[in-house]
């Protein structure tokens, strides 16, 4: 299986690298693939130094699959020129997730949708995968009417120029800034632009993406997305109102039962998700699960999870293991 990692030296690319060789995924070869000033650089791989090339080059060397996480605009030109060669490409970028015709993924859900006739595969946004891990096993039981999230959500999904800012700014160095404002204590209700509705493009993302998933548009679904100086993952509140009477109990064994899920919820001994402890894990981690009192049918959940590995490099990757054991590519 020949694998090409295109946005190979970026912080998903990276992590993409570190996914790869933990999950021991079948791989004769390597394509570190990046922007012309990454060209000629070298990566380590399972202890051997690979040398970057760009796309032109890349699609020449025709790969079974192509992880992109490369941008939006890069996808865009790019991923429908590998498809032609042959290439299965799973997209980390918005620029396919709400194309009509393109699969939005995410491997424990709905997986089975794919087929090998799906050359262009999209990565959801960070923030509605793991929502949507832990909302998921409940839909189908109760049936979700209405979500109201709120999400508190790591500078690492802006990525390495949001990590700098927030350090410039803890040792009172200038440099450039990622942000409109200081990130260093404080917190920005602003994730990706505004809207024409005044929602952020990252909020919408929640909405829309969350639809197309459940495959339910009658959900629904507000959102408020909020950007904190944290590094480990997103952390998210998220308000369920169901149709069906629901019991907490069941609830909790619905999750417990969940793959990809882990709960941590024993408020009588403070315990609780919190994205320092997330980093570096695959898991979503469920807490703070209780009935919110001032509805009928309603449910309050603390989630968290590392935005780039489940959110970003490890669900890519579970898709392309699901093609690979499944004989799709």
Avoid at 23 to 45: D, W
Avoid at 117 to 126: H, M, S, V
Avoid at 161 to 176: R, T
Avoid at 256 to 263: A, F, L, S
């Amino acid at each position: 299986m020949r694998i090409a990692v295109v946005g190979v030296t970026g912080m998903v690319g990276k992590v993409m690298l570190d996914v790869l060789t933990e999950r021991n995924i079948p791989i004769s070869e390597l394509i570190p693939v990046a922007s012309e000033k990454s060209i000629g650089k070298t990566i380590l791989f399972k202890g051997e130094n690979l040398e970057v090339i760009g796309l032109a080059e890349a699609l020449n060397t025709q790969p079974d699959i192509a992880l992109f996480s490369a941008g939006g605009d890069t996808s865009l030109k790019w991923a429908p020129k590998f498809a032609e060669n042959g290439t299965t490409v799973i997209d980390n970028s918005s620029a396919w997730r709400m194309k009509k015709h393109i699969k939005l993924i995410i491997p424990e859900i709905n997986a089975s949708q794919l087929t090998s006739t799906d050359k262009i595969i999209a990565n959801p946004n960070c923030s509605t995968i793991q929502m949507v891990m832990a909302i998921a096993p409940l839909h189908k039981v109760f049936r979700i009417k209405r979500l109201v999230i709120s999400t508190y959500q790591s500078i690492t999904g802006t990525g390495v120029k949001a990590v700098e800012q927030l350090n410039n700014e803890m040792y009172d160095k200038i440099g450039d800034k990622a942000y409109p404002y200081q990130i260093h204590k404080n917190a920005l209700p602003q994730c990706d632009v505004f809207l024409k509705n005044d929602y952020t493009k990252e909020e919408m993302k929640l909405v829309q993406e969350t639809h197309k998933i459940l495959e339910d548009p009658s959900i629904g679904i507000t959102a408020t997305a909020i950007r904190i100086p944290v590094v480990g993952g997103h952390s998210e509140s998220v308000n369920i109102e169901f149709e069906l009477k629901y019991d907490i109990k069941k609830v909790r064994t619905i999750l417990n039962k969940t793959i990809g899920v882990e709960v941590i919820d024993d408020p009588k001994k403070n315990l609780y998700p919190m994205p320092i402890n997330a980093e570096g894990k695959d898991e979503v981690f469920i807490g703070r699960i209780r009935r919110d009192e001032s509805i009928e049918n309603g449910l309050n959940l603390w989630i968290v999870s590392d935005n780039l590995r489940k959110g970003a490099a490890t669900n890519t990757i579970q898709i392309a293991e699901y093609l690979i054991h499944n004989n799709i590519v």
